[in-house]
């Protein structure tokens, strides 16, 4: 009997199952129907969603919360570059993502044929690797280098462009190909035994030192050696806005987030230690301040899966390339306990004087809600944001206690990013309680999912902290532009309570006083028929603190509000 | 660190690439988000056409080169990226000189073109075009030589490399 023969689009789908893709999200279009046609046939659920930037930022919330690649099915043109913003927040933030894109026939090619975009090259800054599939023969071998490429190493987005009579023709090839890969080697980031010895040789001498643990620490999986090498050596930890839940922040250890808007004890912890050990940070421009005096007086020890940030912002006396997990694995059995009795006693005395505090009287504030919310969800809960003034509370505020449960873009600061994540990270964890803390700004960005949520029955809790505000922006002008407001206010916002009980199954909520707080969230939290969302109506200008203005030094960190008569200097470093 | 480059030296690097498309124009990203011009660029198949040999020269500071090659070694289908600008390696450059010459100066021109080992490649009553090869200083020389007659139009490779003995480029 001769063989059912089977187009390059079912060959793919047939990839993407073999590699245990569960979800796709995608909207569909015409140079993509080859593809969502033979998805009818598969065992793959596809989500449609509203918009593909939400797509795409779905994908990535999936793939933070699980670990797992997300992937992402779309059209050609405005479908594939309605990808980008998510494809970029996804590159910035080290996230494995695969990113299909429906593309013309190859002969029309090159002469901008309708809904013609070459995205191949359009994205190339931006992903860590692409394809432009121009043989149906070879769909097989570009799936399997793509899913590698996404999550081995340092993990990255990849493109896959697809023509539309490439994914229609019939295929011939192997549907389990070997690699092509001769310039990809992650493999060769092995531990270099002499660089940990030194490592080790530099840990024994510091009386001062502190661990900055990032990003790439938690993709390692290090929490549990980072927390057994911290205990044993008693050295405190802190971790970047990425880093969080890699050490547990209820921890006596713990420091918390340093950086522009950590906290005052870490950032001090930085100026004053002895020795600084980055794991999987790559010592960006929004931790280290002016770039000269970072740590001067510190080693400096930076150990990353990357060697391409080694130098890049910080030179450092030891540079170490390796999977952090094993790093620290082999570093743990050569240190032993350091004298650190007087230094950590001196960090606890910061930690007293300058807590993370606000004020509750007055208006209702968005610490507050966000500080009784972390009361309530203990650590359990998965949480997303967008960014601005509400990202930088909850990053304070809320403790992040397990790896892979805060997700919030931080390169790329991708406002619209924490709504889709959201709905990513439920699809991956339909048992979890998920919590998206966004901004009346951000969330008008990509609030369109809220079909998406609802119609999946998801039950995401959508905390908009509404100060009728770009609140982040505004506190910049505040502070460095003479108060000089220049489009932050967002007058005309909707009642976003309202605007939730449009979509069927969704729920909508309203907090107003300071009083209702817990009942109001824990009215949230019993909803699990659908997403909720819970309109804040905060106090409408307040400003994050502690602050270290953009190139300035650690030292000159705005541990509070400056007095008004203080008049500070515009900000010279990046933005 | 600082980003504004101070111009050094020319760095010569030879980067070894899987032959796929899209490979070149990664590899001239990274140049140019890091602000760096790139002086000279030859790309030809090496003996496994699988592969490909970019000879590039560049002038910047060593630190940004430096990020620069991490960079470049870093994209998926660069096998590697090596900086020769401080190896004894072999550096040859080829360069058509399309020059005129008046009646009475021919003479002198191939008198010059003789030293500098130059092939002329084509002859009209008014004008030449000589070939020549070799190291970029020699070169050098003799388009200063030719100069006095008025070059016409020059067109050169960029330079191609080669490291000595066993060391691969």
Redo the contacts between chains.
């Keep these: 009997m001769a063989k059912k023969s089977i187009t390059g689009a079912d060959a793919l789908v047939k990839c993407l199952e073999n590699h245990g893709v569960e979800y796709i999200w995608g909207l569909s279009g015409g140079a993509a129907l080859p593809i969502f046609d033979a998805l009818v046939d598969s065992k793959i659920k596809l989500i449609l969603v509203r918009h593909e930037q939400g797509a795409s930022h779905m994908a990535d919330g999936y793939a933070r919360a699980t670990g797992r690649p997300g992937v992402v099915l779309v059209t050609s043109g405005p479908g594939a570059t309605n990808t980008l913003t998510g494809i970029m927040t996804a590159h910035m933030d080290s996230v494995p993502m695969i990113v299909i894109t429906g593309q013309q026939i190859r002969p029309m090619l090159g002469k901008d044929a309708f809904q013609e975009a070459d995205i191949?090259?359009i994205s190339?800054?931006i992903v860590?690797?692409?394809y432009?599939v121009?043989d149906t023969r070879d769909i097989a071998r570009v799936v399997r280098e793509a899913f590698h490429?996404a999550s081995t190493g340092r993990p990255g987005p990849v493109l896959i462009d697809v023509p539309k009579d490439v994914s229609s023709a019939d295929f011939t090839g192997d549907l389990y190909p070997d690699m092509?890969?001769?310039?990809?080697h992650p493999e060769r980031a092995t531990v270099d035994q002499p660089t940990v010895m030194a490592i080790a040789e530099a840990l024994s001498k510091s009386r001062q030192p502190v661990l900055l643990a990032g990003h790439g620490a938690l993709i390692a999986g290090a929490q549990d050696v980072l927390r057994a090498l911290a205990e044993k050596i008693k050295a405190p930890v802190t971790t970047t806005l990425l880093g969080k839940g890699v050490f547990p922040e209820n921890h006596p250890l713990s420091l918390g987030m340093l950086g522009m808007h950590g906290t005052a004890y870490a950032n001090k912890a930085m100026v004053e230690c002895d020795l600084i050990m980055s794991i999987g940070s790559r010592y960006d421009d929004r931790i280290i301040g002016k770039?000269a005096l970072f740590g001067r007086n510190a080693v400096r020890i930076h150990i990353d899966i990357?060697?391409?940030e080694?130098?890049?912002?910080?030179?450092c006396h030891h540079y170490c390339h390796g999977d952090a997990r094993a790093v620290l694995t082999e570093l743990i059995k050569h240190v032993g306990e350091l004298n650190t009795k007087d230094w950590l006693e001196h960090l606890n005395g910061y930690k007293k004087k300058h807590p993370l505090s606000y004020k509750t009287r007055g208006g209702l504030k968005m610490q507050h809600i966000l500080d009784v919310l972390n009361d309530m969800t203990g650590g359990d809960a998965i949480i997303t944001t967008d960014v601005g003034q509400h990202q930088m509370w909850a990053a304070q505020f809320c403790k992040t206690i397990k790896p892979n449960t805060w997700l919030t873009s931080g390169g790329a600061g991708t406002m619209g990013y924490g709504f889709p994540a959201a709905i990513g990270a439920q699809f991956g964890n339909p048992d979890k309680e998920v919590w998206a803390i966004v901004g009346d700004g951000g969330f008008q960005m990509t609030l369109c999912e809220l079909a998406t949520a609802a119609i999946n029955k998801l039950p995401v809790k959508v905390l908009v902290l509404n100060n009728r505000y770009l609140g982040m922006v505004r506190q910049w002008q505040e502070l460095f532009f003479d108060k000089r407001e220049s489009g932050v206010d967002l007058v005309g916002n909707p009642d976003f309570a309202k605007l939730a009980e449009a979509y069927p199954g969704a729920k909508g909520l309203t907090l107003k006083r300071a009083a209702d707080i817990r009942k109001v969230l824990q009215r949230a939290r019993d909803y699990k028929a659908g997403p909720c969302v819970i309109n804040c109506l905060v106090e409408k200008a307040d400003n994050v603190f502690p602050m270290i203005p953009a190139g300035a030094a650690l030292e000159d960190m705005l541990i509070e509000a400056p007095k008004p008569h203080v008049k500070l200097a515009k900000p010279t470093g990046s933005t | 660190?600082t980003t504004i480059l101070t111009e050094t030296d020319t760095h010569t690097l030879s980067v070894y690439?899987?032959n796929k498309?899209?490979v070149l124009?990664?590899i001239a990203?990274v140049f140019a988000?890091r602000g760096y011009n790139i002086d000279s660029l030859t790309v030809s198949p090496s003996v496994d056409g699988?592969?490909s040999r970019m000879t590039i020269t560049a002038k910047g500071s060593v630190?940004g080169l430096?990020?620069i090659l991490?960079?470049v070694?870093?994209?998926?289908?660069?096998?590697r990226c090596t900086d020769h600008s401080l190896d004894e390696a072999v550096v040859r450059e080829m360069a058509l000189i399309k020059f005129t010459t008046k009646a009475g100066e021919r003479t002198e021109a191939l008198q010059i073109c003789e030293h500098f080992g130059c092939k002329t490649v084509d002859l009209t009553e008014d004008s030449m075009i000589v070939q020549i090869t070799g190291g970029s200083e020699k070169l050098e020389a003799c388009i200063d030589m030719l100069g006095k007659f008025g070059i016409v139009e020059l067109v050169r490779t960029g330079k191609v490399l080669m490291a000595r003995g066993r060391q691969e480029t």
Excluded: N, T, W
């Design positions: 191949f090259d190339m800054p860590k690797h692409s432009l121009k490429i092509d890969l001769p310039g990809y770039a990357d060697s391409a080694f130098g890049r912002m910080i030179k | 660190m690439v899987a498309p899209g124009a990664r990203q988000r699988r592969y630190e430096d990020q991490r960079q070694s870093k994209l998926v289908d660069v096998l």
